[in-house]
């Protein structure tokens, strides 16, 4: 199970840190995995992090800003998102690859968590 939280609203050019929330019998050999989804788009995968080596890999419209981080024993997973533009606005989901392979594909992410909104003024 996990559970997003800690969006809001935020100017362009701003910072705001998610966090997430893991739990499960699988969590040490998964990937955690952040998404979102626009307005009238589909969902897409952003950033992620492998819970084997800390190996982390981002979708090019978040990289150089955004960064993926896990603590807790893995147990939390945070994304600190700096330099925000009015486009990052969406709706954020984590969710995990249990299964993960070492091989990092957005469509293998199936445990999905309630996701918090992030909306970057103009």
């Known amino acids: 199970q996990l559970q997003a939280f800690g969006g809001g609203l935020v100017q362009t050019g701003g910072s705001l840190g998610l966090s997430c929330a893991v739990s499960g019998s699988r969590v040490d050999s998964s990937a955690i995995g952040w998404f979102r989804q626009a307005p009238g788009k589909g969902r897409e995968g ?12 981002y979708d090019d419209s978040v990289k150089g800003r955004f960064t993926i981080s896990s603590a807790n024993k893995k147990r939390m997973v945070y994304l600190q998102m700096n330099n925000l533009k009015p486009e990052d606005t969406a709706v954020y989901y984590c969710a995990a690859d249990e299964y993960f392979n070492g ?15 992030v909306t970057v003024s103009s």
């Open 46 to 57: 952003i950033a992620a992090i492998s819970n084997w080596d800390g190996e982390q890999y």
């Open 103 to 117: 091989a990092f594909y957005w469509g293998s992410f199936q445990s999905w968590g309630q996701g918090t909104q």
